[in-house]
């Protein structure tokens, strides 16, 4: 056959030299390799006492902001779930009771607010897409292993940033 | 002490044999067999014979047996057993009856040879000693059976060389 | 014998019994540790400081596993396999000098369970029934992959127990003696024996390989092509054994190995040492029999660091070319190696005489 390109090595067969028949040299060759290992820096990170250091754009588990006043900022656009490439997030929006207006910012607010980690790809369009700066991917934490397929949904529970029960300002 | 132990030995040594031929199993009575030149070779150790003992144990129990486990390992064990003929039982039980009668008529008479305190040498079953007479009074015998080793040793050779033009795989 | 001198017999047996135990459980510590090296990465380091707890943690786990039989194995020798395998690798050390003798209050007390004039031939003898152990196991798993592991450990071992005998005759040809211990003592300061035997001592190396079951001739429990090989029915703490056997049989070649050709016990200038320490010979003799069981022993730590430094650097051999270089390369090779040895002796005798 035609060789495709000129770049192709010729296979060549040649008699093998006594030092390369007996083994030996090549042996204490890959043994001296090993060696140098052996003494080498580790590349292992004892993970849970150090981490990786991570970039600075890097994108975690995503958190639903309060604003300055402790209220939720979502107000439930939906603008994160249209961006989302994945189809991760879900929504039910509802309407504002009188007397809740320190729980919430805006009239409309998302009453639930679901992200499936199974799904999401960790992209940050919906962190792009949210006009209300609601939400963000932390750059600290990831999604963490777990046993079963229905704790991967995360609900308001776990996606909303916790309030700060004292004023340190 | 040691005749005690040699009475235990014996027994031991007879209660092996006799299992090598009774065992159903053909691995249990190579088994059998190993433990029957162990107890040969404790006999050995009994009479200060330690080279003999540990050579008994190198090639019998460590090669020539692993060989014939090696061979029976192969064997189909699930085939039932071969029925034998009643006839040949007889003949088995009668030839074997036969065979003792004589064993007993020709030792009933043989004396054993006592040793004599005065010239006895305790020492006459190590290696040096051994190998005195070896290659000393019997140096012809002993180089006449390593040319005869030799011999089988180059007709084992022949017959497990491959033949011209046989293709094996 | 007197009986103060089985009482320190008995202690010196149990001790050494302890010891061989201790390594080979630490050893498989350290054969972790030193493939992590290798690899670059750390190793255990989490149960215990360095992770030094780690063997036992290990032991925890084979005694609490499901203890698994197969339905229609043979029962008793399913059994008996791994005890054979443990019982025979722990025999040899009993003849293994491991230090010279000491003087405790008079009297004179050899670093050695047992000396018997055929040392060498005991080890070997029990070497060559190291095998007995896999072999039952295997077969009687009942399992093809567990019999051909079997299988192949048979014929691997017979094939290098020849190069591995022919090796030794040529330093029986040098020593005179079969004794250790008579050995170990003819090669005191740096007479060692490699230096007249660096052949011999390669072909004793690959052969110790190979009977151990170690890579690069691990093939009995090659786990690319038998699954487990020998032991892939077994679990818990028969399979344990099986382990513990491998790491006891390199304990025991390594020390028949610093025996042999690295002058046992022995180091350079051990007698000007000696009397550099002290004019009392009985102290100046202990001292240096002391220091000699400390590099005994660092002798056969070089060595079993050796077998898991080959291991995790070469990988392992195809069956025919294992055969082709136990028949046609060692047991030449061994062959010359004894007739190059003969007649170094004549002429020696010949001209230095």
Redesign the interface.
């Given at each position: 056959m035609e060789p495709l390109t000129n770049r192709s090595k010729k296979l060549a067969k040649k008699e093998m030299t006594f030092a390369e028949k007996a083994y030996?040299p090549a042996?204490a060759q890959?043994?001296g390799?090993?060696?140098k290992?052996?003494f080498?820096?580790?590349?292992?990170i004892?993970y849970p006492e150090e981490t990786r250091q991570r970039s600075d754009v890097w994108r975690g588990l995503h958190v639903l902001k309060r604003d300055e006043e402790g209220r939720e900022r979502c107000t439930a656009c939906g603008l994160c779930a249209v961006a989302c490439p994945a189809e991760a997030i879900t929504m039910v929006a509802g309407e504002r009771k009188v007397g809740e207006e320190h729980l919430y910012r805006e009239e409309k607010y998302a009453v639930t607010y679901e992200v499936n980690m199974l799904r999401c790809i960790f992209c940050g369009m919906c962190e792009e897409a949210c006009p209300k700066a609601a939400i963000f991917l932390q750059d600290d934490k990831i999604a963490p292993a777990r046993y079963e397929r229905d704790e991967f949904i995360y609900g308001k529970d776990r996606l909303v940033e916790p309030l700060k029960t004292t004023e340190t300002k | 002490m040691t005749d005690s132990l040699f009475f235990f030995l014996a027994s031991l040594t007879l209660l092996c044999a006799l299992m090598v031929v009774i065992s159903k199993n053909p691995v249990h009575s190579v088994l059998f067999l190993i433990l029957t030149f162990f107890t040969i070779s404790g006999h050995y150790i009994l009479l200060n014979a330690q080279f003999l003992a540990a050579v008994n144990i190198i090639v019998y129990a460590g090669a020539i047996m692993v060989l014939f486990l090696f061979v029976i390992m192969f064997l189909n064990q699930s085939q039932e057993r071969v029925r034998t003929a009643t006839i040949s039982k007889f003949a088995g039980v009668t030839a074997g009856g036969l065979l003792f009668i004589v064993l007993v008529a020709a030792l009933r008479d043989a004396s054993v040879q006592t040793y004599d305190p005065e010239t006895f040498d305790s020492q006459i079953g190590m290696v040096e000693n051994l190998g005195k007479v070896l290659f000393g009074d019997y140096l012809l015998p002993f180089e006449l059976a390593s040319v005869l080793f030799l011999v089988a040793m180059v007709g084992a050779v022949m017959l497990g060389k491959k033949e011209e033009g046989e293709k094996h795989f | 014998m007197e009986s103060v001198d089985l009482i320190y017999k008995t202690i010196y047996i149990l001790v050494i019994f302890g010891i061989t135990l201790l390594i080979a459980t630490y050893s498989t510590y350290a054969e972790r540790k030193?493939a992590a090296?290798?690899?670059?990465?750390?190793g255990p380091n989490r149960a215990g400081p360095f992770g030094l707890l780690q063997p036992l943690a290990d032991a925890g786990k084979m005694f609490f596993k499901e203890e698994f039989i197969p339905a229609k194995s043979n029962k008793a020798l399913f059994i008996l396999g791994p005890g054979v395998a443990m019982l025979i690798a722990c025999m040899s050390s009993a003849v293994i000098p491991f230090g010279d003798m000491l003087i405790i209050g008079g009297r004179e007390v050899y670093l050695q369970a047992i000396e018997v004039n055929i040392g060498l031939l005991y080890v070997f003898g029990v070497v060559s029934l190291g095998v007995y152990g896999v072999m039952i196991g295997g077969w009687a798993s009942n399992n093809k992959f567990s019999l051909l592991g079997a299988i192949r450990a048979a014929s691997q071992n017979i094939s290098y127990e020849l190069a591995m005998g022919l090796s030794i005759i040529a330093i029986l040809m040098m020593t005179g003696s079969l004794s250790l211990r008579e050995i170990a003592a003819q090669q005191a300061g740096f007479n060692w024996n490699i230096w007249y035997q660096p052949l011999g001592f390669?072909i004793f190396l690959v052969c110790a390989f190979a009977e151990t079951n170690r890579t690069p001739f691990d093939l009995p429990e090659c786990e690319a092509e038998l699954v487990g090989g020998y032991h892939t029915e077994y679990s818990s703490m028969k399979l344990g054994l099986f382990l513990f056997a491998e790491y006891i049989n390199i304990f025991v070649a390594s020390a028949v190995m610093a025996t042999l050709y690295f002058g046992a016990y022995n180091f350079p200038f051990m007698h000007e040492l000696g009397a550099l320490i002290s004019d009392d010979p009985v102290i100046a003799n202990n001292v240096i029999t002391i220091l000699g069981v400390v590099v005994m022993f660092a002798k056969i730590f070089f060595f079993i660091f050796f077998f898991m430094?080959?291991r995790?650097?070469?990988p392992r051999f195809r069956f025919d070319q294992l055969m082709k270089l136990g028949w046609q390369i060692l047991i030449p090779l061994a062959i010359l190696n004894i007739i190059l040895t003969g007649g170094g002796i004549l002429l020696k005798d010949h001209f230095f005489n």
């Open positions: 030996l042996i890959g043994l390799i090993t060696l290992h052996f080498k820096k580790k590349s292992t004892q | - | 030193v090296f290798i690899q670059d990465r750390i390669i430094w080959v995790w650097t070469l």
